[in-house]
Nanobody, 124 residues
């Protein structure tokens, strides 16, 4: 089992920034591709960003491209999501997820482990 714990969410004004972190334990973090997903009230969970096990490949949803940056520190077993120029429509619970393969994926079903989520609220 891998345990994932997100942190860094909160309330921010539109145009502001937040940095989410996801601390992993229980498995060899560097063997897993990682992703961020989000779910807004009344909406389905959606893909936000993903990163390969070594960090060489990344992918982003069109809605966040150019504003969000995914990164990882395998020495610290931690995944990050730097979010800039936040918009009200970015308001959601953000989840990190681990995929038991090295390459990235954008579908939630491709991931094996999930965190409990952290709330991000962007006020207009």
């Amino acid at each position: 089992q891998m345990q994932l714990v997100e942190s860094g969410g909160g309330l921010v004004q539109a145009g502001g920034s937040l940095r989410l972190s996801c601390a992993a334990s229980g498995r060899t973090f560097s063997s897993y591709a990682m992703g961020w997903f989000r779910q807004a009230p009344g909406k389905e969970r959606e893909f936000v960003a993903a990163i390969s096990w070594a960090g060489r490949s990344t992918a982003y949803a069109d809605s966040v491209k150019g504003r969000f940056t995914i990164s990882r520190n395998n020495a610290k077993n931690t995944l990050y999501l730097e979010m800039n120029s936040l918009k009200a429509e970015d308001t959601a619970v953000y989840y990190c997820a681990a995929r038991g393969r090295p390459e990235i994926a954008t579908m939630g079903v491709s991931y094996d482990y999930w965190g409990q989520g952290t709330q991000v609220t962007v006020s207009a």
